[in-house]
């Protein structure tokens, strides 16, 4: 039973294309983000949701937007496509900060590459 | 201003060999620092969460441990399965998201 599973795996797309990443929890968990990883490795966040409402924005590019419809459904669209937007996202979860021993989940990943 | 430095950045070790890497931090408030192992291909796999200094945390070969500026996981005699790269981020401040470094790629040869 995947905890945090996303969808597609592999996304190859062209310059200037619209597409999604969907991202689902069976965790329970109150907050869900989308991090970024680059060429190098480096894990970044972008965005936060907490029951559905925006918490962190992190100076991306408007051309992303976040979309949670609910607490346990976290989406990702990208608007006109660029090379520099190529790399691995990954949607995480985590509960309430009193119960985050157990860390935050992440998923499996999405490999985006735009050509 | 890196938050979040992790060394090596790459670590070559023979089976058995034990080690250990580094991760330091300069924020302010820490909430929790927390290890990850990442696989090619996969995403990040939680290993543990230390929240203050002195404090220390064991799972099969690896060990972390934490003070005021900085974290340490120690992999006592090492196997293969071992190899991964290995992630501290923090929690900090009114932040609830993790601030990570750049990853420890750890190879361990038979």
């Known amino acids: 039973d995947t905890a945090v599973s996303q969808t597609p795996k592999y996304l190859v797309t062209q310059m200037g294309n619209d597409k999604s990443i969907k991202c689902e929890q069976n965790l329970g968990h109150d907050t869900m983000y989308w991090y970024k990883q680059d060429s190098k490795k480096f894990l970044k966040i972008m965005f936060s949701?907490?029951?559905?409402?925006?918490?962190i924005n992190e100076t991306v590019p408007n051309r992303f937007s976040p979309k949670s419809p609910d607490k346990a459904h976290l989406n990702l669209h990208i608007n006109s496509l660029e090379l520099g937007d190529s790399a691995v996202y990954f949607c995480?979860?985590?509960?309430?900060?009193?119960?985050?021993?157990?860390?935050?989940?992440f998923g499996s990943g999405t490999r985006l590459t735009v050509v | 201003e890196d938050q979040v430095t992790q060394s090596p950045e790459a670590l070559r070790l023979q089976e058995g060999e034990s080690s250990s890497l580094n991760c330091s931090y300069t924020?302010?408030?820490?909430?929790?620092l927390f290890w990850y192992r990442q696989d090619p291909g996969k995403g990040p796999e939680f290993l543990f969460t230390l929240y203050s200094a002195g404090e220390e945390k064991e799972k099969e070969r690896l060990k972390a441990t934490l003070t005021k500026k900085e974290s340490f996981l120690h992999i006592t005699a090492p196997k293969p399965e071992d190899s991964a790269t290995y992630l501290c981020?923090?929690?900090?401040?009114?932040?609830?998201?993790?601030?990570f470094g750049t990853g420890t790629r750890l190879t361990i040869i038979p």
């Open positions: 924020v302010s408030g820490l909430r929790g």
């Open positions: 981020a923090v929690e900090w401040g009114g932040n609830e998201k993790l601030t």
């Open positions: 949701y907490n029951n559905k409402e925006l918490i």
């Open positions: 995480a979860s985590s509960p309430r900060t009193e119960t985050r021993g157990g860390g935050y989940t």
